[in-house]
């Protein structure tokens, strides 16, 4: 079978081998409090990160990154998950972080804060971590929201008091497997789904989902907002796009690499209806309401950018990651709509 994924974004093969395809997670590392972050020092033409693992953002023929901020001055945050870290762009010049402090918010360095399959508790201690590295900030943009929506539709037993996270069940798994010897074995061993009761195997239904994944992100952005405040910096939360809910029709490179992509993983099996235009913008407008009751700046980006392309724009590599044309007209888009310089 013909591989448009090879052909039509090559890079993305760099990031599936160093990624978690086949269930082996080989481009991320344990970490505590965080779960896990990316390799440090990683050196490629596609991804460089620096000595924590933060990937670097170029502009004005400077790089940096949250491990190695400018001196001096001002710089501004962009905060999210992998949509954020750059997954689908062909090198670090092209990534969101980059394209705003190179072309389209030249003004202040841009550093990339984006933790590869992160939900909103992660993305917060990530920066809760290592705000001490960082300089003066006046800008931190959140360009977040699909995974705290997907992950609500994981069982009870995998939500906690924070939220699911991704590779939770291989998590749980490995210090099942690490304490089977032990006399005294922790509180999660011996809870296979077969022993777990009704209340703990419970999946929300789609209402619910909306709801958990809502209240979750406001409840973490009241601290960011609380935290932004303290540092004199502006604070946006921008719904990031997803396809579906960006537009009905793909672009024609679009349709042939979801139709690849679902052959390895059906989309719609392992996200169910939250992939629906309509559910994407019941969704924008529970958070946009929790953003005005906290005085936080709010933009849905789906429908911006679905007026700002064409029927024919290649956009995205992935229903949730962009080419390098994608980030740059999304990066464009977010210096308007937020009226960045």
Not at 19 to 45: C, K, M, N
Not at 208 to 226: E, F, K, P, S, V
Not at 319 to 330: A, L, N, Q, S
Request: aromatic share 12%.
């Amino acid at each position: 079978m013909k591989s448009y994924r090879a052909e039509l974004t090559p890079q993305m093969l760099h990031y599936a081998d160093k990624s978690a395809d086949g269930g082996e997670i080989r481009w991320f590392r344990w970490q505590p409090y965080l779960q896990y972050f990316h390799p440090t020092a990683h050196v490629s033409d596609v991804v460089n990160t620096d000595h924590l693992g933060f990937r670097v953002s170029h502009g004005n023929g400077q790089l940096a990154s949250v491990g190695g901020p400018p001196s001096g001055g001002p710089v501004r945050l962009i905060v999210g998950s992998s949509t954020v870290f750059g997954m689908g762009a062909t090198r670090d010049e092209t990534t969101l972080a980059s394209r705003l402090w190179t072309e389209h918010a030249p003004g202040r360095p841009w550093l990339n804060c984006g933790g590869r399959s992160y939900n909103p508790t992660q993305e917060l201690l990530l920066f809760v971590l290592y705000r001490h590295l960082l300089p003066e900030i006046d800008e931190i943009v959140l360009f977040t929201g699909f995974n705290a929506l997907a992950l609500a539709w994981l069982p009870q037993w995998l939500q906690g008091d924070h939220g699911a996270f991704f590779f939770s069940v291989k998590y749980f798994d490995l210090l099942e497997e690490l304490n089977g010897k032990d006399a005294a074995k922790p509180w999660w061993a011996g809870r296979r789904p077969a022993s777990r009761s009704s209340e703990e195997l419970y999946v929300p239904d789609l209402p619910g989902q909306i709801a958990a994944g809502t209240d979750l992100t406001l409840r973490h952005l009241d601290t960011w907002r609380a935290l932004a405040s303290a540092a004199g910096a502006r604070l946006t939360f921008v719904l990031q796009p997803l396809a579906q809910w960006v537009r009905a029709e793909p672009a024609p490179q679009e349709r042939l690499l979801f139709a690849e992509l679902d052959h390895l993983a059906n989309f719609d099996r392992a996200y169910g209806e939250i992939a629906r235009m309509d559910v994407g913008r019941r969704y924008a407008e529970e958070l946009r309401a929790g953003c005005d009751k906290l005085g936080v700046q709010f933009l849905d980006m789906n429908p911006v950018l679905g007026e700002a392309i064409k029927e024919n724009d290649w956009v995205f590599v992935d229903r949730i990651h962009f080419t390098d044309e994608g980030h740059d007209i999304v990066s464009s888009l977010l210096a308007t709509e937020l009226s960045l310089s």
